[in-house]
Structure formats: C-alpha cells, structure tokens
C-alpha cells in the first residue's frame, strides 16, 4: 500500500535503463513509461476494473479492517460514559446519530478508536452499535465485561453485519454532498455521515448478505485501497495500524479535528491527563 512513487537515479553509461511508474488515484489510470537507449518513451495505460459506471454518483468502499459489537440495556449510556473520550448524551438528540470516540488506559493512552451508531429504544433497552478495528474486537469485548460490574448492558459481537464506507466520487472542496439515496430503507442498518470529517462521506451498515448495490442508487463499488490512500491524503487515522493501543495519545491524533473528545462532560477512564494536557497548552 503507498501513495505516489517517484524513484530517480542519475545514470552515466549509457546502456542503461530509466524507468518510473505514477499512480493517478483520482481517475483511477496508472501510467508506466520506460525510456531506452535511444530516448523513445512507451506509453501502458490500465484502466482499474472495480469501478465501472463511470456515471454513478458515489463509490462504496467495503471495510473488512472495521468490525461490530452491540451493547444493548438501559445502563447502556452511562457504562459508555464512563469509558469513552466523547459525550454519550448527544447520541440521545435527533442529532448526531453517529459519534467518534476513543477509549483509552488508565495512563490516557489511546487504546481503541470507535464510531457509535444508536438505534431506537426497543422492548430490551437502547441499543449502540460500536464499530472497532477488527484485530481489536476480542480485546474491546474483555475491556467492556472488566468494567461492567452489575450494569444491566448486553455486550455482543456482530458477525454477520459489515461496514462499508460511501464516498462521493466528485470531490467537494469546502461543500457538503448530498447524502446517497437507498432504494430500501429496511435492508441497511444504518447510513449516517462520517463524523469524523465531511471529506469522509457516510458510512454504511448493513448485513453481509445483502449487497450495496442493491439498496444503493448511483453507486458503483471501489477498491479498498483507495478508500486508505483518500483518508490518509486528508490526515484521518484509523485502527490500530495508525493508532497503536497504549502507545498514540488522543490528542496527537488528531482527536479533537475530528469531532471525538469532550472536554466539558464528567470523568471517564485517561480523562485526567488528557484534560490537564488540554488546558495546560491552551486547546489541543
């Protein structure tokens, strides 16, 4: 996995070769051009096969790194308050309906980074979703039943449902795009915007039977790949590659850009030192 890859040499003999290889990500083209012994240049385009209709809308991005558990109870809100960097009140407004957060050690080092979905209050209490980096998903579970205690919240993975990210294929410097239209409402679980950053698009939910393009309108599927470089082209970490547990603190990682601390709510597991280096330096 790489972004732009520039090689040069300067070479004196003059049987020798000189090559180099681009990558144009926005339109998906690779270009190779290799020069000979005597300067002509040959020219290899290769178009990429996993986007097709070039006039659809959005491109969805599965995510197989990306995970679900389900904490379900009425003691679901305040169990979470107590282990994540955001504020879970704001999940009970009409908006948002999907919050970025970390959880992190006692030492106020980042162990996991999540994204919470709230569902509507049924028969057995509210219900949030937890989206978590796959390698992590045993660790996150052990973590939720050490702090449980005798809280009444049902902790469960979900392995039939997968993630996947919606991107719009035109970019929209400084604008938001329209949201993408589902043919289906009762096929996705959910389908809210990134709140991580605009520049993120929306983020799908669904069961892994049921395909995006079937409940999506204008959408055509992308390689995985590209979804990594167009997060890391805006500065965005994600999972544990990025984000080592017990290593990257919260506030180095960009945690307060993307929308995933509060600063006014009550304690919750590393909130002392993260706040004190907070207003120590005077923001983050």
């Known amino acids: 996995m790489g972004f ?3 090689a040069r040499k300067a070479f004196t003999s003059a049987g020798c070769l000189r090559a180099y290889a681009r990558n144009y990500t926005d339109r998906y083209m690779c270009v190779t051009g290799v020069w000979g012994r005597v300067g002509t240049r040959v020219n290899k385009y290769s178009k990429d ?3 097709g209709d070039v006039s659809a809308q959005f491109a969805c991005y599965h995510l197989p790194h990306r995970a679900i ?3 379900q109870g009425q003691d679901t809100s305040p169990f979470l308050q107590g282990l994540i960097t955001n504020d879970v009140g704001l999940l009970e407004e009409p908006e948002p309906k999907a919050m970025y957060a970390h959880m992190l050690n006692v030492q106020g080092r980042t162990l996991y980074d999540i994204i919470l979905y709230r569902l509507r209050e049924s028969d057995a209490g509210p219900s949030v979703f937890i989206e978590c980096d796959s390698t992590v998903k045993d660790a996150l579970l052990r973590h939720f039943k050490i702090y449980k205690l ?3 919240v049902n902790i469960n993975p979900c392995a039939e449902l997968s993630v996947w990210a ?3 294929k035109q970019k929209m410097t400084g604008q938001v795009a329209s949201k993408p239209e589902l043919s289906t409402s ?3 679980l959910f389908l809210e915007a990134d709140p991580r950053a605009n520049e993120m698009g929306w983020r799908l939910v669904l069961d892994n039977q049921v395909d995006p393009l079937d409940i999506l309108t204008s959408c055509q599927k992308g390689d995985t790949e590209e979804y990594h470089r167009h997060r890391y082209a805006i500065g965005l970490p994600e999972g544990v590659k990025d984000l080592p547990p017990g290593v990257a603190l919260p506030l180095e990682s960009n945690l307060v ?3 995933g601390i ?6 919750y597991i590393g909130q002392e030192l993260t706040a004190r280096t907070h207003h120590t330096w005077g923001g983050s």
């Open 4 to 6: 732009l890859c520039f």
């Open 49 to 51: 096969e996993t986007l």
């Open 69 to 71: 558990v389900k904490l």
């Open 150 to 152: 005798r809280r009444k």
């Open 166 to 168: 919606v991107l719009p």
């Open 186 to 188: 009762d096929k996705a």
């Open 257 to 259: 850009y993307m929308q």
């Open 262 to 267: 509060s600063f006014s709510k009550g304690c």
